[in-house]
Structures are given as C-alpha cells and as structure tokens.
C-alpha cells in the first residue's frame, strides 16, 4: 500500500515555488500578493487563514489578511473586492468561506476579478474549466490531481466515482478526472445524496473519491481490492480529525490512500501558492 504523502508532496511544492519566487527576486521582478479576506470568528476558518498566511511566508509570498466584523454589510465586503481588485500589488484574491449568516457567498465570488481569482471559483474559471481552457482550477481537485501525478497513479482509462458534488470540490473534481490534455481521461461517476445503490457504485471504482463530509462514510465493502482511495474530508470528531473514509478498515484492500491529516488538506494549500504565483506571472506578462 502506498500512502498518498500530501503532506511531504505540498512540501516539495513549496519548496520549488520558493526557489523560483526568489529567482524571479533576484531579477529584480516584485513577489507575488496574496489577500485572504477572513469574515467572523469561525474557529476552523482562523486556522486555515493563519496556515496559509504561514505557508505564504515560507515561499516569499506577501500575504495580506483582511479581518472582516461577523456583522459586516454585503456593500462592505463588495467594497472590499472591489478595492482588492484595483490594486496592482494584490495577485490573489481568496474569500474565506463559508461566510456568515445574510451574506451573499456568490455574489462576493462573482465579484473577484477572474484573474485574481486563484480559488478558481469565479464562474468565468469554472467555465474554463469545464470548456477545457487555461484558466484557474479549484484549490482542492487541483491539489488531488497533483498528489496523483506526482505518486504516479495513472487515472488514464480508469473508472472514477466522485462521491459528492458540491462546487468547491466534488463538481470541479469530476471534471478534471475526465479531464482533458495529458493526465485524467478517467471514465467518471459523480454520486451524491439521492444516489441509489451508491455502496455499489462505490465497489467497482478504481479510483474512489471521497468528498462528503462524513466520518467513517466509506467502509470496507465500498472499496475494490487494489483501488486507490482519496479521502478529502475533514471532520473534527472527539477522536480527532478524520477524514470520510475509515482509514483502518480499508487500508489493507488498497493500492494507495490519502491519510487524514496530511493528505488532501495540504495540496490544497500548496496549489494556492501555484495559483497565486502564475497569477502574478501573469500580471506581469512572464511566461508560465
Ligand atoms: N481537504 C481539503 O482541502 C478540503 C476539505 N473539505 C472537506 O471535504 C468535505 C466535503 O466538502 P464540501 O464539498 O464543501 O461539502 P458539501 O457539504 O458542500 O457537499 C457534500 C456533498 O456530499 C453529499 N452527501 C452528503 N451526505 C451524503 C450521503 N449520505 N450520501 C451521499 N452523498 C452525500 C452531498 O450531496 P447533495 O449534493 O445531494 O446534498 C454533497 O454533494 C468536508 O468534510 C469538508 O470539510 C472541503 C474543502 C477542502
Ligand atoms: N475560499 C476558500 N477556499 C478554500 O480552499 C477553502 C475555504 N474557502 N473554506 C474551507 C475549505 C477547507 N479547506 C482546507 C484547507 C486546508 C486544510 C488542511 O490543511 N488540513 C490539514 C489539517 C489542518 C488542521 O489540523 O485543521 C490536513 O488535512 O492535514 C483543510 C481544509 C480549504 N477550504
Ligand atoms: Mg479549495
């Protein structure tokens, strides 16, 4: 069995971005900008916010955290995006979601300017992304489909089940599994909540991945023998954090699995740095 290191893999990715990112210092060519607008108190949404600024620093990434009240108006968040989206230092602009209660997540997202947009959840990017068009790819497939790459696992002629469907990770994913260019070209089912016969489903997938939001959501009898597993779910439970798949059960009967922590978690990440560092070449018209 091998383990899917996210972990050791976003590492490797820092590592390489900040070399570059110093290089491109050294030429005389300003770093990249990252801002990361952080609305309320949400205790998991600090913590993220506070990782990627962390990882920000650690590529020589400029990272700016914009600490929103949770009563802020919709206009004070909009305003904020629009400023955001004029100044010429801000590559990357990242809304922390969810947002709180009476605010209006898609409104903001459609707001960012697609080219800062390294959440890649601006319709524009989703579009590209579904038209098979260079543009900016969700943080967290993109993430899964790099952690595969770089492990080798090929997904070429392979059968996908994407359990989940949501715009951030499940949706997005499913459309790089099938992809298009030179990784992907897997054979994708996409189940959700109205799934018939999904445990099925789920047993005949060569590659299974799990986005549900469910400790414990893949069993054992779900998974096919030398199946590779990727478990993108986070759950804070008393014993923990878990991912959706019971990791113990399912450990023997595959060829590759993402652990939770340390898997998914940490790409996702790393390829915000990626993003956010194309998006600056891009600015500046460098070739990428
Ligand atoms: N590691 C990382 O970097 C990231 C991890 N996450 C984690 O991934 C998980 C999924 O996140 P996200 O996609 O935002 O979650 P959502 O809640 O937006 O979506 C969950 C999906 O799972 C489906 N689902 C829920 N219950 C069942 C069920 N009983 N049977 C079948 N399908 C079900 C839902 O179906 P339906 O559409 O029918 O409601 C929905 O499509 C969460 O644990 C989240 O914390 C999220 C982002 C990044
Ligand atoms: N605009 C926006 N973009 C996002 O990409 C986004 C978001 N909003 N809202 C929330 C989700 C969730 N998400 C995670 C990122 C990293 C880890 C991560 O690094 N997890 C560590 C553990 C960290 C811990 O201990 O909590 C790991 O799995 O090893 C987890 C989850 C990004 N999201
Ligand atoms: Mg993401």
């Not at 206009?75 to 004029?86: F, K, M, Q, S, T």
């Not at 947009?117 to 543009?135: C, E, I, Q, T």
């Not at 489903?201 to 799990?210: G, M, P, R, S, T």
């Not at 939001?213 to 878990?242: E, Q, S, W, Y």
């Amino acid at each position: 069995m091998i383990l899917l290191d996210g972990k050791a893999t976003a590492a490797a990715i820092r590592s390489e971005l900040k070399d570059k990112v110093a290089a491109q210092e050294a030429r005389g060519i300003r770093t990249p900008g990252l801002a990361v607008i952080l609305v309320g108190e949400d205790p998991a949404s600090q913590v993220y916010v506070r990782n990627k600024e962390k990882a920000c620093e650690n590529v020589g990434i400029r990272s700016l955290a914009y600490r929103l009240p949770a009563d802020s108006t919709q206009d004070a968040v909009e305003g904020l995006i629009r400023e955001l989206n004029a100044r010429d230092d801000v590559d990357g602009i990242l809304l922390q979601l969810p947002l709180p209660k009476g605010l209006d997540s898609q409104a903001c997202l459609d707001l960012i300017a697609p080219d800062k947009d390294v959440d890649g959840f601006h319709p524009v990017n989703m579009g590209r992304l579904a038209l098979g068009l260079p543009g900016f790819a969700p943080c967290t497939p993109a993430g899964v489909i790099e952690l595969l790459r770089r492990h080798n696992v090929t997904t070429s002629g392979k059968r996908a089940v994407v359990i989940g469907r949501s715009n951030i990770v499940g949706k997005p994913m499913a459309m790089m599994l099938w992809g298009y260019g030179d990784f992907a070209n897997a054979t994708v089912t996409v189940c959700h909540s109205r799934t018939p016969e999904l445990a099925k489903l789920c047993a005949e997938a060569d590659i299974l991945v799990a986005a549900i939001g469910r400790p414990h959501f893949v069993t054992a009898d779900m998974v096919k023998d030398g199946a590779v597993v990727v478990d993108v779910g986070i759950n804070r439970t008393d014993d923990g954090l878990v991912g959706d798949c019971d990791f113990a059960a399912i450990k023997d009967k595959v060829s590759a699995i993402t652990p939770v922590p340390g898997g998914v978690g940490p790409m996702t990440i790393a390829m915000l740095l990626v993003n956010t560092v194309k998006a600056c070449e891009n600015h500046l018209g460098l070739a990428n």
